[in-house]
């Protein structure tokens, strides 16, 4: 089955660490996207990709930062984690605008 | 700025009972809806968009332009109902979607 699938799946790290979450995808999707779900807060957009070249951030990008290696890969990396970046971190891919979204089980990330 | 507001962090009804899941948009153009459901122990994945104007596991939604609504509506709740629902919105055209702060809902037997 084509899937979306997110590493690591929880991590725990310290402040000032630089950290990455990775997603790959089998779906043949050209756009890809790094959610964040915090409690009470819903899911807000860090930063989407509608191909290799081109990269937009989203409502909260600050402190991250993002690669997309290849149609299939697209990372996000925190340079310096801090506390208020602990939260769940979802990628999603999707094939039209603002369209169905395929999502991927999600990174659970700490930061003490 | 779009917003999605769901204003029932949590729901919960009585299997066989009706339920229904509030949401409201603030976009007044052309959006496009959806309802997104996260079951326990899966990821998130679609239920319903606006557009497709389809009943999925027995689940509706109307678009109240009106109102700037898209309430979730089920006649008879099952237990496997339960989950975490998210409502959002996208601007058509637009490359986002913007969704609500999600609602539990529980399903007591």
């Keep these: ?112 | 700025a779009q917003r999605v507001t769901q204003p029932e962090k949590l729901l919960s009804v009585f299997k066989g009972a009706p339920v229904e899941l509030k949401c409201n948009y603030s976009y007044s153009g052309s959006p496009e809806l959806f309802w997104y459901v996260q079951y326990s122990r899966q990821r998130l994945q679609l239920l319903l968009r606006h557009i497709s104007r389809e009943s999925i596991k027995g689940f509706t939604a109307d678009l109240n332009k009106g109102e700037t609504s898209f309430h979730l509506k089920k006649p008879f709740a099952q237990e496997e109902d339960s989950a975490m629902y998210y409502c959002a919105s996208g601007q058509t055209g637009a490359n986002n979607l913007f969704f609500g702060t999600g609602t539990r809902l529980t399903v007591i037997p």
């Excluded at chain 1, 807000?44 to 290696?69: H, M």
């Excluded at chain 1, 290849?70 to 999603?92: G, V, W």
Aim: aromatic share 10%; with cysteine.
């Design chain 1, 1 to 112: 089955d084509a899937d979306v699938t997110q590493t690591p799946r929880n991590r725990i790290t310290k402040t000032g660490k630089r950290i990455m979450l990775e997603c790959s995808q089998t779906k043949g999707h050209d756009r890809m996207y790094w959610y964040r779900q915090d409690p009470g807060l819903g899911l807000r957009l860090i930063y989407y990709s509608f191909d290799v070249k081109d990269i937009n951030k989203g409502e909260i990008s600050d402190g991250y930062s993002v690669s997309r290696q290849a149609q299939a890969k697209f990372s996000l990396s925190l340079e310096s984690a801090i506390p208020n970046q602990t939260a769940l971190y979802f990628c999603a891919t999707s094939v039209g605008i603002a369209g169905e979204l395929f999502f991927g089980e999600g990174s659970r990330l700490t930061v003490l």
